[in-house]
């Protein structure tokens, strides 16, 4: 076979095994595309190349994404408490393509500079989010697979519940089964603050990055440290630390199970491990589609009071209760809100946090797969199918 023949095949498996592709688990048309896209970049490689230099295994930065199925619909749900009845809807306006202006210099850029001032301002400064380490292993992941354009954010009660007759439903088992798949397929479990350059455009994430959110209540307070207690393990593992954003109903963490401030502690403690950003799933858990301005900012005040007096944290994100957004965003930035997460915010095919996203204050989620492995948002599809959707 001649030499350059076998250059182009050895760089060709290169670039199919950057992202960890699984090309046998993808349909035949896309595995078909894959490779010749891989192929075409190593001849490309070897011809831009002089005579003598000797050539080398390329990266390659393009998303290593399969096409989204076509799925557009999703089953109406029946809430009793957490979720909507009618998710509201969003005209869908198209998105900028990222662009490789985030500054991931080393030691310190732009990028990290900007998030160490938002630690600081939010009143958590995590030290292990702003090492060296970290940030060459995220512009390691960067130059492998690309920058994102869509990221999978997934909606969690803790990692114990049963909801709408199991269809959505989690135990520590199953919980722990889809992160380590995830880590295993090495996704970046994206911080909160990170979400927030992403979504503003001055932070690319890997392709394969991945949002974890979880609504906290008095139910499922006491579940974060259970929760604390599988991300470690898994860290000591697979040497990264796996990351989930925790919205927390502050008016319950003083009733029900909570009664006397217990939970209060569970969530001081959480903080501790760095597993964990936080911000607000509001005071009361009313729907803010049926409430006025006023009341809105006074609930969502009430709400970053309480955790600024009792875990030392000023939120500046939110996940609506019900999963309605509000339709007073103005009234909500006033807050020094920046974020917020409804549930169906667009189109199924579309339903994912994206970069430089439209309507920062309404993005989406999606539901994790119940403990039988099939999700009901989007209906009937597997973690490895919603991972391959964006």
């Known amino acids: 076979m001649p030499a350059k023949k076998i250059l182009v095949t050895l760089i060709t498996l290169a670039l199919l095994s950057a992202c960890n592709l699984h090309v046998a688990t993808l349909p035949a048309a896309h595995s078909t595309a894959v490779h010749q896209t891989a192929e075409a970049y190593a001849q490309q490689t070897l011809t831009s190349l002089p005579p003598s230099q000797t050539p080398s295994a390329a990266t390659s930065t393009a998303t290593s994404q399969p096409p989204a199925p076509t799925s557009t619909h999703t089953a109406t749900l029946q809430p009793p408490t957490e979720l909507p009845t009618q998710p509201p809807t969003a005209a869908i306006t198209p998105l900028p393509q990222p662009t490789s202006t985030a500054t991931l210099e080393l030691p310190s850029g732009t990028a ?10 939010y009143g958590d400064l995590q030290a292990a989010y702003l090492s060296d380490a970290y940030w060459q292993q995220l512009e390691a992941r960067l130059a492998r697979c690309g920058s994102a354009q869509d990221i999978l954010t997934l909606e969690y009660h803790g990692d114990s519940y049963i909801m709408y007759d199991g269809r959505y439903s989690m135990n520590p088992q199953a919980f722990r089964a889809q992160v380590e798949y995830l880590m295993q397929q090495d996704y970046h479990f994206a911080t909160l603050h990170e979400v927030e350059g992403f979504v503003q455009g001055w932070l690319t994430l890997p392709s394969w990055s991945v949002i974890l959110t979880t609504d906290v209540s008095d139910e499922h307070a006491g579940s974060l440290l259970s929760i604390a207690s599988t991300f470690a393990d898994l860290e000591a593992e697979y040497g990264y630390a ?57 609930d969502l005040q009430r709400s970053i009071r309480d955790m600024q007096a009792e875990i030392g944290l000023t939120p500046y994100a939110l996940a609506w209760p019900f999963e309605t957004c509000s339709a007073y965003p103005d009234t909500i930035s006033t807050l020094g809100i920046t974020l917020a997460w409804g549930g169906v915010t667009k189109p199924m095919e579309q339903n994912f946090t994206s970069w430089l996203d439209p309507r920062p204050l309404c993005l989406p989620r999606m539901l994790p797969p119940n403990i039988e492995g099939i999700s009901m948002r989007p209906p009937g599809y597997t973690l490895q199918q919603m991972l391959e959707m964006p």
């Open 112 to 121: 990290r500079e900007r998030i160490t001032a938002r630690m600081q301002a």
């Open 242 to 298: 796996p990351h989930m954003i925790a919205f927390v109903w502050t008016g319950a963490m003083e009733s029900g199970v909570c009664w006397g401030g217990g939970c209060w502690e569970d969530l001081n403690e959480a903080l501790e491990t760095d597993y964990f950003t936080f911000g607000t799933h509001s005071y009361s858990h009313q729907d803010f589609g049926q409430i006025t301005p006023a009341e809105q900012s006074e």
